[in-house]
């Protein structure tokens, strides 16, 4: 299947930077059930880039760019830190010049990473929960796998570490869309990439994956019912959905709406029970709908760091009561299902 760039004045400097070059992924797509992708794909991510083009994405940009060359001896992608090369691979000085790079990234919500001994130490401890879902779900083996709001790409490296065949995460923030780059410039063209986009750019019947994950996401849409729908129509009869999300304490009619914000987030719509959302998803058409794992979220799994040094979750809880939000809803508690198309 032939597919090109469409002509556009920033393709001149996105192709001479050469920096997110996504032709392997368009290869992989041409011989998958995804194939019908590419009539739309090029050109999405081309007006992703370029509609978000602002002094900070132009920087990104350059900063990326400026990366010292360094070749990893080792890349560790199976446990807690992602690690990349080990402090011997790499000069002092340029070690120094890479984490002024890396930190110029700031914030970094998800991880951890470790680059050349650099250890990135974002604001979550992405790994608790990878270690709570990944017993659970299907073996990725050999998996087609879709990510929505995959943030920096944190949980998409354990996918491919898990032996995922395609793995593929989206996130509308371009900030995130660097980060991952920035990994992947030391890891080089494996197939997981991060795209620039929101699951509303998604087309429709793409009907193609094997596995898609939707976590952190859920609460942040206005219509649940639409967000659980598009996501079946991602997958491939038979294939798994794995949903992680906010939930909130009671029975399968149990929906916590917030008056304005919860936890200082504005944009949290709907907080189901577990049960409520097994309901959902099965209304919705899934089926083997399973309950993984509820935890509440502590300040072990999330708090600011020198990699993230805006508020975050003790600054949201109530000083007097931690058991609850500033606002007084319950404190954040997050569940995983999985369910199967
Ligand atoms: N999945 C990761 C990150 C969750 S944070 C994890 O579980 O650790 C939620 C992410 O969703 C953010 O990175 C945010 O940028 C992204 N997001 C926001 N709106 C989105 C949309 N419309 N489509 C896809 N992702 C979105």
Redesign the pocket.
């Given at each position: 299947m032939a597919y090109s760039l469409p002509s556009h004045p920033f393709n001149f400097l996105l192709l001479t930077l050469n920096l997110i070059d996504y032709t392997s992924l368009y290869e992989h797509l041409a011989v998958s059930p995804l194939e019908s992708w590419l009539d739309v794909l090029p050109v999405q991510i081309q007006q992703a880039f370029d509609s978000k083009r602002h002094g900070d994405l132009d920087e990104w940009m350059l900063t990326l760019k400026a990366f010292p060359r360094v070749q990893p001896s080792s890349i560790d992608l199976n446990s807690s830190v992602i690690r990349v090369g080990t402090p011997g691979d790499i000069s002092p000085r340029d070690r120094e010049a890479l984490e002024q790079a890396l930190q110029s990234f700031h914030p970094w919500?998800?991880g951890p990473f470790d680059l050349f001994g650099i250890h990135i130490d974002t604001e979550?401890r992405?790994d608790l929960?990878w270690d709570r879902l990944s017993g659970a779900i299907s073996p990725l083996a050999g998996r087609r796998v879709l990510?929505?709001?995959?943030?920096?790409g944190?949980?998409c490296w354990r996918m491919l570490g898990a032996g995922a065949r395609l793995v593929i995460?989206?996130?509308?923030?371009l900030l995130?869309v660097i980060q991952y780059q920035a990994i992947r410039n030391f890891i080089g063209d494996v197939p997981a990439y991060v795209l620039p986009?929101?699951?509303?750019?998604l087309p429709e019947n793409l009907e193609g994956f094997d596995t898609v994950?939707?976590?952190?996401?859920l609460y942040?849409?206005r219509s649940p019912f639409e967000h659980l729908l598009r996501l079946k129509d991602l997958l491939r009869v038979g294939g798994e959905l794995v949903i992680?999300t906010l939930v909130i304490e009671g029975d399968e009619d149990a929906v916590l709406v917030p008056e304005d914000r919860y936890a200082k987030m504005r944009?949290v719509w709907f907080i189901p029970s577990p049960a409520a959302l097994t309901k959902w998803l099965k209304r919705s058409g899934f089926k083997d709908v399973e309950l993984v794992d509820v935890t509440s979220t502590t300040t072990e799994e999330q708090r600011s760091t020198a990699w993230m040094r805006f508020e975050s979750l003790t600054d949201y809880l109530n000083p007097e009561n931690p058991s609850q939000t500033l606002e007084g809803y319950p404190a954040p508690r997050r569940a995983i299902l999985i369910a199967k198309r």
């Open positions: 919500r998800k979550w992405s929960k990510g929505i709001g995959c943030g920096s944190y949980h995460g989206i996130d509308p923030y995130y986009l929101g699951i509303e750019d994950f939707s976590m952190g996401v942040h849409r992680e944009n």
